[in-house]
Every structure is written in C-alpha cells, then in structure tokens.
C-alpha cells in the first residue's frame, strides 16, 4: 500500500481530513492529533490533544518528550508551525537543542524560536545553540527568532554611570547563521544592542531581520558601532528591516518601573516619588544623520519594502538623515513610536517628495497631535497620539 502523502498548509480542509483517516488507519497518533487541532481551531478546549500528547509523547515528540514542558507549540494540523523552545539558565543548553534537531517536530517546523528567561537575574549562554543550528537547521525551518525574554518586556536599562551591566543572555557568535542558505527571517530582540556583535553579514536568502533593543550605542553623539554592519550587509533579497534606536537619557533618580535589572542604587522608590517625580530627564540630539546615512544610501542597493526606524527621541537629526532619499522600491516606513511632533509635520510636508513613493506613512504612538497637515503627503499615514520613544537607556546621577 502507497502511504498517504501528507498535503501542504495550503492545502483546504478536506485534504487534511482524509490525510488523518489514513494516518488512524496505520495506527499514526498524528492522525487524531490533525482532528483535534482542527476541533480546537473550531473553539474545543485542548484538553483533549493535551491528553493525547501524554498518551503518545514518544511519537510525536520524539527525542523532545523530555522536554515538553519547555515547549510552545503553534499546531496547524499536525504541523508545528511556530516551535518556541523556552531556555533557563540551569538547562544543559546543548542538549536540548541536540534533541530538538533529532526530533520529528524538528522536519516539520516552520519558525523557530529561542527564548531565554533570565528570572533570578542569572545569565543564559545561547552560543552553543546558535553554533548547533547553523550547522543543522533544518531545510524546512525558513525563520528563527532569538528573544531575551526579560528585555522583551523591559523599555528601559538604568545604570548609575555610561556603561551598563553586561546583558544577562548572551547569543554567542551570531555569524554564522547568516550563511544558512534557506534562512529567510531573523529576529532579534535583545538588551544592549553594543553586546550583541552581529558580524559580518552574508545572508543570501534573508528577507526580513529585525534588531530590537534597549540601548543603540553610546549617548551624546559619540557615534556606535552598531549600524556598520547592517552598512556592509550582503542581503540580495532583503524586503523588511525593523530597527529600535533607543537613546540616551540622564537623570538625577530615574524610574525603574519596566527596568530591564533594577538598580540598587535606586530602588528607594519613595525618595523618587517624593523628590524626582517630575525630572524628565536631559538628553542631548544623537547624531542619527550621521549614523544612518550610509544605511540609507545601502539600503538603495537592495529590493526593500519595509523599513521600521523606531523608539527615536532626536527627530530632527532622524528626518535629516532621510534628505538623501528612501530606497526606490520602498513602499512602507515605519516612524512609530517616536519624538515626532508637530514641529516636524511641516518639515515633512515641505520634504513631501521623499515620501513620493510610499504607500503608508506610520507615525502611530508619536507626539504629534495634529496630522492634518500630512493629509497633503502622497502614501497614507496612519497616526495615533501617544507618549513618544518610550525605550531608552537611563543614566542616573545621584
């Protein structure tokens, strides 16, 4: 008997249906396990696939069983389409990787994602996995994701001097995974982005990074590092870039409410709350002209669609580092989550041909409080007011 052939995600309902006949038929758990999705997907509460996962660990998850409880699993059908893999500190890192790559999960899964809890403060080493993956990744896994947890829900660090504490998850070398060849996203969302060295970047199928953070680079127009490499990038088909530019704020006690580490030096709350309250911070315009420019002018050697430069706090220099043009082939900018205010609007609406080209305009979560001016661009802006670059690196001084 020729054995089912499973259909494609693409595939309608029907496909999948007689597929999981089949699989019961030969005694395949996966079987059950395509009705079940689809009966949760239909609103049924998991509890049934959960028990089935007890009843057939060994089959389905194969060497991963042991460590289910670290997993989160996006099924569609029996495929999982997004596997995260939850990191502690304590985990034997190595291992865990080494039987998610022996897993059958393992030929099926679409995106991939690494995230490290750091809950006691305690550091977690991601180099041995991100070594095992670019060598094994397998061909069917398109996109990765490599999240610090912790720094996923923090906007801010705070420090008591110009040099923070050392990121509490480490990537290792990130090198190599740009040279895996079906590598088609990546995205990182770390601490301080000076810690995390990206390296030479050769990525010939990446079509969409993101580089998400809480610190670009050193304060004060001392120009980073940061962006050299995205400069130098060899990325043919790259469609979307998604950049957070943190800045640096100075204040006499800052606030620690979604601080990335707490600071002792400052966790008396009361003495913020009664003395500093109002302290808004002193922060001087980084040089993101300077900064992006060669970025910008990079980027007009490639195809890209979408560009998200986001979380600024120096607009001006920001919108200065647009006069040289967007890319040709963009369609899509994303200025969300800024200091854009309504200063700005009539520089842009002056410098309307920059954005000629451009299908939408987001300037949701800004301080601009009055768009109409903008209803004379071409692309369609989308607006919201908000508070502005909430992420930021804050100095204290006290």
């Known amino acids: 008997?020729?054995?089912?052939?499973?259909?494609?995600?693409?595939?309608?309902?029907?496909?999948?249906?007689?597929?999981?006949?089949?699989?019961?038929?030969?005694?395949?758990?996966?079987?059950?396990?395509?009705?079940?999705?689809?009966?949760?997907?239909?609103?049924?509460?998991?509890?049934?696939?959960?028990?089935?996962?007890?009843?057939?660990?060994?089959?389905?998850?194969?060497?991963?069983?042991?460590?289910?409880?670290?997993?989160?699993?996006?099924?569609?059908?029996?495929?999982?389409?997004?596997?995260?893999?939850?990191?502690?500190?304590?985990?034997?890192?190595?291992?865990?990787?080494?039987?998610?790559?022996?897993?059958?999960?393992?030929?099926?899964?679409?995106?991939?994602?690494?995230?490290?809890?750091t809950p006691n403060d305690e550091k977690v080493e991601l180099g041995p996995a991100v070594a095992a993956?670019?060598?094994?990744?397998?061909?069917?896994?398109?996109?990765?994701?490599?999240?610090?947890?912790?720094?996923?829900?923090s906007r801010i660090i705070v420090s008591a001097d110009y040099s923070p504490d050392e990121n509490l998850v480490d990537?290792?070398?990130?090198?190599?995974?740009?040279?895996?060849?079906?590598?088609?996203?990546?995205?990182?969302?770390?601490?301080?982005?000076?810690?995390?060295?990206?390296?030479?970047?050769?990525?010939?199928?990446?079509?969409?990074?993101?580089?998400?953070?809480?610190r670009w680079g050193e304060g004060y127009s001392i120009p980073s590092e940061t962006a050299e490499p995205l400069i130098e990038a060899s990325w043919p088909k790259l469609r979307r870039l998604a950049l957070r530019l943190p800045e640096t704020l100075t204040y006499a006690w800052p606030e620690q409410d979604g601080a990335y580490v707490e600071s002792e030096r400052y966790d008396d709350y009361s003495n913020y709350y009664e003395q500093y309250e109002d302290d808004e911070g002193w922060h001087e315009d980084y040089d993101w002209a300077g900064e992006l420019r060669g970025l910008l002018a990079a980027l007009k050697q490639t195809e890209i669609e979408s560009l998200s430069l986001t979380s600024f706090a120096s607009a001006s220099n920001l919108l200065e580092a647009l006069e040289a043009g967007l890319p040709p082939t963009l369609v899509h900018?994303?200025?969300?989550g800024s200091d854009l205010g309504d200063d700005h609007v009539a520089w842009m609406v002056e410098h309307a041909e920059i954005f000629e080209r451009l299908q939408t305009l987001d300037l949701r979560d800004t301080l601009i409080h009055n768009p109409s001016p903008l209803a004379a661009l071409e692309p369609e802006v989308l607006h919201s007011d908000g508070g502005g670059a909430a992420y930021r690196f804050a100095v204290g001084m006290e």
């Open 133 to 153: 993956l670019a060598e094994g990744l397998p061909e069917n896994c398109t996109d990765l994701e490599l999240v610090d947890e912790r720094a996923s829900k």
């Open 1 to 117: 008997m020729t054995a089912a052939v499973q259909p494609s995600l693409e595939d309608p309902k029907d496909s999948w249906l007689v597929y999981a006949d089949a699989l019961q038929a030969a005694g395949d758990p996966r079987g059950e396990l395509i009705a079940l999705s689809q009966a949760i997907e239909d609103g049924a509460s998991p509890g049934d696939r959960d028990a089935l996962f007890e009843r057939h660990a060994e089959a389905i998850f194969g060497s991963l069983a042991a460590h289910r409880a670290k997993l989160e699993i996006d099924w569609k059908w029996c495929v999982p389409r997004t596997l995260s893999v939850l990191i502690d500190p304590d985990d034997d890192v190595a291992a865990v990787i080494a039987a998610l790559l022996a897993s059958p999960l393992a030929t099926q899964m679409q995106t991939l994602r690494l995230v490290a809890r």
């Open 171 to 214: 990537f290792g070398e990130l090198e190599a995974l740009w040279r895996i060849p079906q590598l088609r996203k990546l995205h990182l969302v770390v601490a301080d982005m000076t810690q995390v060295p990206l390296g030479e970047i050769d990525a010939p199928a990446l079509e969409d990074f993101s580089f998400l953070g809480l």
């Open 333 to 336: 900018l994303d200025l969300s």
